[in-house]
């Protein structure tokens, strides 16, 4: 069962990928014009009791979403839900992934590049992201392969189930500080926890739905169709203090 999840997931994110680079290879040659994605928004939202400096990083071949929407370069989150931005996802397809980085200034007029505590090397969390795939088809994970920094969900808004026509787009990742639980060869001593294999087995067991290992599924499986908005949440509440494992942020 896991096998054939796996399989299915691998071959959407594979269609994903294959999609966007032809999209992509197409309109550099001049044959096709880049159309608007299909979700329009990125929003990171950052509920932690300390400041985040998400990193937004596009893969190789897809553009930037380098600031937020007054134009400025993206830069800190403040914490307790008071950092909130929504940035656009350029027109056609796009592929890449969000990490949160922490301790990286003291003075909020800081200019980037920063240098930060977490985040700028392992371990960190990741979120993957991919938009306007065939269909309006989207993909989305939080990866533990490279440790753990900060709790992180990843959750879709405005997609074709809200309006009746199907898909599945659930909240994905982790709301548990996987941190304070790491065995001890894997603590990391600027925050958070390794990828070593008891680490794995810790954050797979806590976070069912994340990815510890390049073959790995979440516990709840995701079939999402153009959803208008992807979430990022940093330390998002556990679902028990909401409304379930079904809530969206």
């Known amino acids: ?16 990928a294959l999609a966007m680079l032809a999209t992509v290879a ?47 370069t993206f830069g800190r989150l403040d914490g307790h839900g008071n950092g ?14 969000v990490v949160a980085r922490t301790g990286c200034a003291d003075d909020y007029n800081d200019e980037a590049p920063y240098l930060c505590a977490t985040g700028d090397a392992p371990p960190v969390t990741v979120a993957q992201v991919s938009v306007g795939g065939p269909g309006g ?13 900060v709790a992180m969900a990843v959750t879709p808004h405005g997609f074709a189930a809200d309006e009746g026509r199907g898909g599945r787009c659930p909240t994905l990742g982790c709301a548990v500080d996987l941190a304070a639980d790491c065995p001890a060869g894997a603590r990391s001593p600027r ?24 073959t790995d599924v979440e ?31």
Not at 30 to 35: C, R, T, Y
Not at 53 to 71: Q, R
Not at 84 to 97: D, E, N, V, Y
């Open 84 to 97: 909130l931005a929504t940035l656009a996802f350029p027109s056609g397809p796009w592929s890449g992934r």
């Open 26 to 72: 197409a309109a550099a040659t001049g044959q096709l014009s880049l159309g608007p994605s299909t979700t329009t928004n990125l929003t990171l939202h950052n509920l932690c009791p300390f400041p985040v400096w998400p990193l937004v990083t596009a893969n190789a071949g897809v553009p930037s979403v380098p600031t937020d929407d007054d134009g400025d």
């Open 191 to 214: 925050g958070g926890c390794g990828a070593g294999a008891s680490a794995a087995a810790l954050f797979k067991a806590r976070c069912p739905d994340t990815r510890t290992n390049a």
């Open 219 to 249: 516990a709840t499986p995701q079939d999402c169709v153009a959803p208008s908005e992807i979430k990022v949440v940093f330390c998002p509440a556990p679902p028990d203090t909401v409304a379930g494992p079904g809530h969206h942020y």
């Open 1 to 16: 069962m896991a096998s054939s999840k796996s399989n299915a997931l691998e071959t959407l994110m594979m269609t994903l």
């Open 137 to 149: 088809a989207a993909a989305y994970s939080v990866s533990l392969v490279d440790g753990f920094n």
